[in-house]
């Protein structure tokens, strides 16, 4: 999209697991890049699409050597958007980046670097007269492996599952801010869920008829050494109003009191109205794509979650009470998510 400089060349990437904001922003700092400090808005933002955050930062990193590149800095643009594309702020060029990876490159079958990088640098361009753009997806491939991503493999979150870091992760020179990933979180690997009938309450897309899937999802209750159990009760008999029958439309998670709880996919946390508190869901996750993961009232929450607030994937909402209800609607319509559930963390026997 735009001309690229010499990536990193002091070398100072290193790697750190995908969902690590603290460690992210150590790693800007130490790069000496403008953009550090918004390590949040980089797994916030591309977290909330399925996307791995430090394939945008590998970008930014070949594009503009992470915005320290001067009239980068002018416009706010770390990613060679337009080119020359001004922002108001770099948080919005980084919220801007994702949606356009996930709406025109992911979501029109180009998931590795190799396939966005035929349609972000085009080879030819003609506002690229020196033939930059062939370096593009060597170069950001390089950046993304030193961040410990895997750039021959799609860049998405399912595909670029956490795993240790060679040297270990990078110690953040701060504590973490809030927003961090819970540790010990479980996150779904990718497995196709077992749907045995192309319906919703089966756990089907009301669309495809195919397994739903939520990019990004992590198991809602974090393991301590005890035992979670759950079933899919999903149909058993309940207040809410689910397919033409009173059920309970969800899923109950049965683990010890004070058990953590953590937000399974990236979104902003929306109170439940006054019919659905009567039905045991005390507030949703909101995802960009309008999906909704709600849960029921926490026996304790932790600091800073309310109304309004957005959270990423595995981040700690508070403790559990000993019995959590989890429950799932896409495009208004109850999806059971027993199947997700089982092929992201099995019930303990």
Not at 158 to 178: E, H
Not at 212 to 233: E, H
Request: with cysteine; glycine share 10%.
């Amino acid at each position: 999209m735009g001309a690229d400089v010499n990536p990193d060349p002091k070398g100072s990437l290193s790697c750190v697991q995908p969902l690590d904001i603290g460690g992210l922003d150590a790693v800007l700092a130490q790069a000496g890049s403008p953009l550090a400090g918004q390590a949040a808005t980089f797994v916030n933002s591309a977290a909330a699409w399925g996307i791995d955050p430090r394939a945008l930062v590998a970008i930014a990193a070949h594009e503009t050597v992470l915005m320290t590149y001067p009239p980068a800095q002018a416009i706010h643009n770390p990613f060679g958007i337009g080119p020359h594309r001004p922002f108001a702020t770099d948080a919005e060029a980084i919220s801007f980046a994702a949606e356009l990876l996930s709406r025109h490159y992911l979501g029109e079958g180009r998931r590795t670097l190799a396939e966005i990088g035929g349609k972000w640098a085009p080879i030819g361009a003609t506002n690229d007269p020196t033939n930059l753009n062939t370096n593009w997806t060597a170069g950001v491939g390089a950046s993304y492996r030193r961040l410990g991503g895997n750039p021959d493999a799609p860049i998405t979150l399912d595909s670029q599952p956490a795993t240790p870091c060679p040297t270990g992760p990078v110690a953040p020179a701060t504590p973490a801010p809030a927003g961090t990933p819970a540790a010990g979180i479980v996150a779904w690997t990718g497995t196709v869920p077992v749907v045995t009938e192309p319906l919703m309450e089966r756990g089907a897309d009301p669309t495809t008829g195919l397994a739903a899937t939520l990019p990004g999802f992590v198991f809602p209750l974090v393991p301590t050494g005890t035992p979670i159990r759950y079933r899919d009760d999903f149909a058993e008999p309940g207040t809410a109003s689910c397919y033409g029958r009173a059920a309970r439309c969800a899923i109950t998670l049965e683990a010890d009191a004070n058990t953590p709880v953590a937000a399974a996919v990236a979104g902003t946390l929306a109170a439940a109205t006054p019919a659905e508190r009567q039905q045991g869901i005390a507030f949703w996750i909101v995802t960009p794509t309008g999906d909704r993961t709600g849960y029921s009232g926490l026996a304790a929450y932790a600091p800073g979650i309310a109304d309004a607030v957005p959270v990423v994937a595995g981040q700690l909402l508070g403790t559990s009470t000993r019995a959590t209800t989890f429950a799932w609607e896409r495009g208004g319509h109850p999806i059971n998510a027993q199947p997700l559930l089982a092929v992201t963390r099995p019930s303990d026997a």
